[in-house]
């Protein structure tokens, strides 16, 4: 027996047995999803969805970057600024989801009542909910990551060693916004009210966000698009060869897998990597020690003691009152729902931002000027539908998904009722549709004008925006009912689970079959302006048509599917 347990007193556990439980519903969840019926073409169509997302990312940026190489003295270099600029954006990223998820692990989580008064170490209790923090936030950026890196890895001989490189620059990348956006969270829940957290969370996403609209001003990448505004080549290759950003971990990644490709592995990024995360995680460590008790009791106040109705809401049920009391009802419930969950609405103020940044920088697309032709400037803003259809899928990974699930035990209320689960789930389409809708028509229309289209390519991607927007809540809504995680601690956790990445390949995969079907007949159309050429109104109409068909398979046929699973459910 050993001397702890004999004389009376416990061993504090141990980092592997504090996550145990978490391990074990993982692993049990996945037993009971293997025992049912149909679980095998479960994981055959997350396998072929899969392949089919990498193989599309690896084959446009295999044809890309063979054209970087075979490009004297500047391929190289351009490809290591994309690369840059890339994980640039997985950064911010990164930071603003651990900050938000942080929240979460280290003051919301269900488990946090018994890991606090159990006699675990406080370094253990920091580094597991670390490792959770950082699972939840970096699994969409390593999924996006990992075909990036192949196709670097594949067009320039990289072999096995850039795979262990490719690991050992990725690691302490991600590790490093994880420490940081855990420690920002906790100074703030220690310095402000904990009724104030949720709003103060939203300031600090649009000051990052802002920094970072400023950090890509500073840098001006239109200017790679544009060497003829440069004074000589000595100047552009001088720009090219300008860190992208020289005190952040994106670029130190560029640094690390670029020289290793290219020449003789530069080892001091790597040492930078590595030496900043674990600085990260000792002054997160430091702080948790210090801090963490004091911000815990005060994360458990409770920020209004009683539900006061006001002005907007009164007016809401107003205006919803011709769609019928019960319609009426569920989309007033949905709502409150949503505004009540610090991890979902606190990001509105954040997706404001975004697109604001989006809509700004379209301005500064090389698109007007010397050499830039009719082709150009449409084919540009057709093919920004592909990115607006996947900021898109995004937003309703993060607000649509996890509707479904968020209902918890509270779903046998509803199916005790007399309630028919079709017009639970449709109120639940709309609710999430029509503002997702909105917002998609602002990004494209107002990018659309400022970059001058014609008006065919206008009306195109309108059009095409707003059927890939009901294609897409249809796709989020119906897998979330499809794969629910009623046990969940917290809404931003549903989407890492493994209805999250499918729902996230499906969208992909539906947003590449649109962009693909839609382009020849658009091509058509606009060598037909360009050039003269004749257009066949026949590919025309079988692409837009085939198009359409994608879309409204991808809106109706999941929420069929859904409400089935939905009525044949027993609580």
Wanted: hydrophobic content about 55%; some cysteine; proline content about 5%.
């Amino acid at each position: 027996m050993p001397e702890a347990v004999a004389d009376g007193s416990l061993p504090s556990p141990t980092l592997a047995h504090v996550l145990s439980p978490k391990l074990r519903t993982v692993r049990n969840r996945s037993r009971a999803t293997e025992s049912r019926r149909g679980a095998a073409w479960r994981w055959v169509v997350l396998t072929l969805i899969g392949a089919a997302f990498w193989a599309g990312v690896m084959l446009v940026l295999v044809r890309l970057l063979r054209y970087f190489k075979n490009t004297p003295e500047i391929g190289a270099l351009l490809a290591g600024k994309l690369l840059g600029l890339v994980f640039l954006s997985f950064f911010a990223i990164l930071l603003l989801s651990n900050i938000i998820t942080a929240l979460s692990s280290y003051f919301l989580a269900r488990d946090l009542d018994m890991l606090v008064s159990a006699p675990v170490d406080w370094l253990t209790l920091y580094g597991a909910k670390l490792l959770e923090t950082l699972v939840h936030s970096s699994w969409m950026v390593v999924l996006m990551a990992a075909p990036i890196l192949a196709a670097y890895g594949y067009v320039y001989d990289g072999g096995f060693s850039f795979v262990v490189l490719a690991l050992g620059t990725t690691l302490p990348y991600l590790i490093i916004p994880a420490a940081a956006g855990a420690a920002l969270t906790l100074l703030l829940v220690n310095i402000f009210p904990a009724r104030r957290t949720r709003e103060l969370l939203s300031v600090v996403a649009v000051l990052a966000v802002g920094a970072l609209v400023v950090l890509f001003r500073l840098l001006r990448p239109e200017q790679l698009a544009r060497p003829e505004g440069l004074r000589s080549l000595v100047d552009f290759i001088a720009l090219l060869r300008t860190p992208t950003s020289p005190f952040l971990p994106s670029d130190w990644v560029q640094r690390a897998v670029m020289s290793a490709l290219t020449d003789r592995l530069d080892v001091l990024p790597l040492y930078l990597l590595w030496s900043t995360a674990a600085a990260a995680v000792v002054v997160g460590a430091i702080l948790h020690r210090a801090l963490y008790a004091g911000g815990f009791s005060k994360a458990q106040e409770s920020a209004q003691q009683w539900a006061r109705p006001g002005a907007l809401p009164r007016l809401g049920r107003m205006a919803l009152a011709p769609l019928g009391i019960l319609r009426r009802e569920l989309v007033c419930k949905e709502v409150r729902v949503f505004f009540r969950d610090t991890t979902q609405w606190s990001q509105l103020i954040l997706l404001a931002v975004l697109v604001v940044v989006y809509v700004f920088n379209v301005k500064f697309l090389p698109l007007r000027g010397q050499g830039i032709g009719f082709m150009l400037v449409n084919i540009v803003p057709f093919l920004n539908l592909g990115l607006s259809g996947f900021v898109l899928a995004s937003i309703a990974a993060r607000f649509i998904f996890p509707s479904v699930s968020v209902e918890g035990r509270t779903l046998w209320l509803l199916k005790s009722s007399p309630l028919p689960m079709r017009e639970l789930l449709w109120s639940k389409y709309w609710t999430g549709t029509l503002p997702l809708l909105g917002l998609a028509l602002l990004i494209v229309g107002v990018t659309d004008a400022l970059l001058q289209v014609s008006p065919f390519i206008y009306a195109v991607s309108v059009f095409s925006i707003a059927f890939l927007t009901f294609a897409v809540s249809g796709l989020a809504l119906g897998l979330g009912a499809i794969f629910p995680r009623y046990e969940s601690e917290s809404a931003a956790q549903i989407p890492t689970s493994f209805g999250g990445l499918v729902f996230m390949l499906s969208s992909a995969v539906l947003i590449g079959a649109v962009v693909l079907l839609e382009a020849r007949p658009v091509y058509s159309y606009l060598s037909q302006q360009a050039f003269g050429t004749v257009a066949d109104p026949t590919d025309m109409v079988i692409g837009f048509a085939l198009a359409l068909v994608v879309c409204l398979a991808g809106t109706f046929v999941p929420l069929t599917v859904a409400v089935r699973r939905l009525e044949r459910l027993e609580l």
